[in-house]
Each structure stands twice: as C-alpha cells, then as structure tokens.
C-alpha cells in the first residue's frame, strides 16, 4: 500500500503564509513528478504547481511568484511555500504523485487525502 499524507493546511490572514508538505510512505521504489492540487467549492480541481524528480518545476499563473513547490527525494516529501496569500487562494490542497511501488512494474497515480487551507480577509 502507498500513502500520501498531507499537513500545513489551517486559517491564515490575507498576505500571510503557510508551508504544506506531503509524505508519500509505504512500499515506494520510485517517486516521479509530484505535484499539488486545489478545489475551491463549487469548482473543479485545479492544478497549483508541480514538479519533476529532476526538480523541474511548473506553475499556474496564480502560483508564479508567490508559491514554491520543492521536495526531498530522501524523505519522499514534497512542499507547498505559499506566501501573500489572497482569500481566493482559499480551498482544499491535495497532494499527487506518480509512485512505482516496490511490489508492481507499473506507475501509479496516487493522491492525499487533502488539507485545507482559509485565508480570510
């Protein structure tokens, strides 16, 4: 089984910031691109950033600039630096990556249970 555990969500004023992190455990032989997600209510999931094993990294316009994504290969970790947080930034965070379990050939897609995150104004 692999798991993926998200933490660092809560309630945050406008302008400040907040770090999620994501543990991926379980029988891993290989972690790929890792990402993280967010769904506001009543909307779809969207992508926040994500990021290669190679440490490539991508954005969505409304992350450049104010959010880091970064992980640790050692730890099977990735993080979310989220800085000048805006109350529109406000949504439940899921962690996602693409994992080869020591147990199978394959890759899996895998997602956390979600963290949430309110920026109030």
């Known amino acids: 089984q692999v798991q993926l555990v998200e933490s660092g969500g809560g309630l945050v004023q406008a302008g400040g910031s907040l770090r999620l992190s994501c543990a991926a455990s379980g029988n891993i032989f290989r972690i790929g691109a890792m990402g993280w997600y967010r769904q506001a209510p009543g909307k779809q999931r969207e992508l926040v950033a994500g990021i290669t094993r190679s440490d490539v990294t991508n954005y969505a316009d409304s992350a450049k600039g104010r959010f880091t994504i970064s992980r640790d290969n050692a730890k099977n970790t990735v993080y979310l630096q989220m800085s000048s947080l805006k109350p529109e930034d406000t949504a439940v965070y899921y962690c996602?990556?693409?994992?080869?379990?020591?147990?199978?050939?394959?890759?899996?897609?895998?997602w956390g249970q979600g963290t949430q995150v309110t920026v109030s104004s």
């Open positions: 996602n990556a693409d994992i080869r379990r020591t147990t199978s050939i394959g890759t899996y897609n895998y």
